[in-house]
């Protein structure tokens, strides 16, 4: 079986820092995806890749960037962190050959606190 | 405007009893709907997946699908404490098969 790591775990940044979270995955999977979930609430899409070096904003990307140089990693950049900011930021992958292959395979998730 | 939407926001149950949770979609080209999992402070884990009209049993949980409507629902018998979760909807759709939208949840709270 495969996995999916981030890291770090948890991230404490300052205000106005770039911060950068990563993501390696062994699947050989060809999408990769940054989701944001604030507290308790749903995840918002921030970027996704469908092959290296392939980059397409979600609906979150405002103040993000990411990058993926290689098919088994993807990077997100917080480019300027908000004071007070508290987030977990979760990284995914998938085949992304849709249908029954749509689904996702989930990192463990980077605890982001911006003091 | 979300493409998945969820209710309830919260769902308070007790040990035993049967949960419902619903879910819709206000987009026509979605083509499947997937539920998943995510235990506090855990990553979100695929539960059940529906691609079709009627119904889905695994275990004690159920998946209904009514493509017409777009809506699915999910439901859990005999519901146990360790069900205690954030329980996300999630579609896909067939004009842009590689991402899966999600709803922004029903929290289930099973009490012993």
């Known amino acids: 079986g495969g996995i999916i790591t981030q890291t770090p775990k948890f991230l404490i940044g300052q205000e106005g820092q770039k911060l950068t979270l990563k993501c390696q995955q062994n699947?050989?999977?060809?999408?990769m995806y940054w989701y944001r979930q604030d507290s308790g609430k749903g995840l918002r899409l921030i970027y996704y890749s469908i092959t290296e070096n392939d980059l397409q904003k979600g609906d979150l990307s405002e103040g993000y960037d990411a990058s993926r140089e290689k098919k088994s990693s993807f990077s997100l950049t917080v480019t300027s962190a908000q004071k007070n900011e508290m987030a977990v930021f979760l990284c995914?992958?998938?085949?992304?050959?849709?249908?029954?292959?749509?689904?996702?395979?989930f990192g463990s998730g980077t605890r982001l606190l911006v003091i | 405007q979300q493409k998945v939407q969820q209710s309830p926001e919260s769902l308070i149950v007790p040990e035993g009893g049967m949960a419902s949770l619903n879910c819709t979609s206000s987009?026509?080209?979605?083509?499947y709907f997937w539920w998943y999992r995510q235990h506090s402070g855990k990553s979100p884990k695929m539960l059940m997946s529906i691609f079709s009209n009627g119904e889905k049993e695994e275990g004690r949980f159920t998946v209904h699908l009514n493509k017409a409507s777009l809506h699915t629902s999910l439901h859990i018998r005999d519901s146990q404490p360790s069900d205690s979760a954030l329980y996300l909807c999630a579609a896909s759709i067939w004009t842009n098969y590689n991402v899966l939208y999600f709803g922004s949840g029903t929290k289930l709270t099973v009490e012993p």
């Open positions: 987009d026509r080209n979605v083509d």
């Open positions: 699947f050989n999977h060809d999408t």
């Open positions: 995914a992958s998938s085949m992304g050959t849709g249908g029954a292959n749509s689904d996702y395979t």
